[in-house]
């Protein structure tokens, strides 16, 4: 990364506050820097605390300075129309999840029978949340996540947006989070779904390898969130054949395989991690239900941009859809 030159500490001093400066090394742009400061400002003045005003600004800049991610200074990140809470310890939601899963909800029929969703690593919660939030006609949604963090801050995020009316009253019965580990021999049976009726399945498990966690991630994400939900185990890879870091899509695919969703939905990386999930698909014996079915979407799937891409065994392509990073990998069952 290149230095930032003395000149632009200057301006951010001079143009926007003597605070601008402990912004600028993480923000790199002063546009950058002046919507943070806005935001840290607004916290500040929006919490009761016995801290001086300019007090508290001055200690949240220093936590950014530091790069801790400003979700977690300011305690919460905009999610379509949710306001998800933020805390340290449970993965911030990023915007790119907020694109596909909304496209998502725009490929479902319109139906008046009520819809069953499964959510798989859920973390904040947000992703079954929003669903919810757009499609009013969901009945039973369940969020699931080994972390004990992450199911209570899920809890919050439901009562937190039922309380600001952006999820109804009747969310707080319909939807509710539970800890359990998706490897479990009994994980399956614990669940409140017969085979075949549910309607959707979605999973943001973890899928980065230990190398591209120390060589790629942001060093805010290094250092100041969960790697629990970002790097697979390595040993939860042995018994599957795939990568390391590809684990938790080979687990997905066998629970795919006994409940039979009508639509699933996995985040993935990049395009060279969605082709090799759907190679899992295509190749899945138990997922011929499935065949046929396989997209990987860019960040913004809504894009106009496609283009095919073979598979490794030259006997399959896939359409990849929309713009930016290869960002999700979408089939359905072909009944529906």
Request: charged share 25%; with cysteine; net charge positive.
């Amino acid at each position: 990364m290149p230095r930032l030159a003395p000149s632009l500490f200057r301006q951010a001093r001079k143009q926007i506050s003597p605070f601008a400066p402990l912004l600028l090394p993480v923000c790199r742009t002063l546009d950058s820097t002046a919507n943070e400061l806005r935001w840290i400002k607004e916290h500040v003045n929006s919490t009761d605390s016995l801290v001086p005003r300019k007090l508290g600004i001055w200690q949240a800049c220093l936590k950014r300075e530091k790069g801790i991610p400003l979700q977690y200074i300011l305690g919460n990140q905009p999610f379509g129309p949710l306001d998800i809470l933020c805390k340290p310890g449970v993965l911030i939601p990023r915007p790119e999840t907020e694109s596909i899963i909304t496209h998502l909800t725009t490929l479902l029929p319109f139906s008046s029978s009520p819809l069953k969703i499964l959510d798989l690593c859920t973390g904040t919660g947000c992703i079954p949340l929003l669903v919810a939030s757009l499609l009013p006609s969901t009945s039973q949604t369940l969020g699931v996540d080994i972390s004990p963090l992450a199911i209570s801050l899920s809890r919050q995020n439901l009562s937190h947006n039922i309380s600001l009316s952006h999820l109804p009253l009747s969310a707080s019965k319909s939807i509710t989070f539970t800890k359990s580990d998706i490897f479990s021999p009994s994980f399956l049976s614990s669940l409140p779904f017969s085979p075949g009726e549910l309607d959707i399945l979605t999973s943001n498990p973890p899928y980065i390898s230990p190398a591209g966690f120390n060589k790629n991630t942001e060093r805010s994400v290094r250092l100041y969130e969960p790697k629990l939900a970002l790097v697979p185990d390595v040993n939860l890879g042995k018994g599957y054949d795939c990568l390391p870091e590809d684990a938790f899509y080979a687990r997905l695919l066998e629970i795919v395989s006994v409940l039979q969703p009508k639509r699933v939905l996995f985040e993935v990386g990049d395009v060279e991690q969605a082709r090799r999930v759907a190679e899992m698909v295509v190749r899945g014996g138990e997922l011929k239900n499935y065949a046929g079915t396989v997209e990987i979407w860019r960040d913004d799937p809504e894009g106009e941009e496609k283009e095919r891409i073979s598979l490794r065994n030259n006997r399959e392509e896939v359409e990849v859809k929309g713009r930016g990073n290869g960002r999700g990998v979408y089939f359905w069952r072909k009944d529906c």
